[in-house]
């Protein structure tokens, strides 16, 4: 079973509250298609991932991996089981938000596990 941290599950619900408040049900059942088709091709393969979205390889870290599917990057640990990070859209200012994320992780005193997923 993957699970999925505080922090993915924050943007998923922000995607999915955008989409809801545009009223628009076809990119909401994209979002939907794209989550179940990442974390089905996680937990058939973690080890397929890419080590870093294509256009930012500097992002690729120990112990993580990062799935593609439809417009949306998935970022995940290595682990047993593996730990969903974060899900961005392609459009986003993926760099800048996910070194956000990880600082403040650190910033609010989580220990780290193993590729830098809070416990």
Do not use: C, S
């Not at 939907?32 to 930012?56: F, W």
Request: no cysteine; hydrophobic share 45%.
């Amino acid at each position: 079973m993957i699970e999925v941290t505080r922090e993915a599950r924050e943007h998923i619900r922000a995607f999915r509250a955008h989409w809801v408040a545009k009223n628009w049900l076809e990119p909401l059942v994209r979002l939907e298609a794209a989550l179940v088709a990442a974390l089905a091709r996680i937990e058939h393969d973690a080890y397929a991932g890419l080590l870093a979205p294509r256009p930012y390889p500097d992002l690729a870290a120990e112990g993580e991996a990062w799935i593609h599917e439809h417009r949306y990057w998935v970022a995940y640990t290595l682990t047993e089981p593996p730990k969903v990070l974060a899900v961005f859209d392609e459009t986003a200012d993926i760099p800048r938000r996910y070194r956000q994320q990880i600082e403040e992780r650190r910033h609010a005193g989580r220990r780290l596990g193993k590729g830098g997923a809070a416990n």
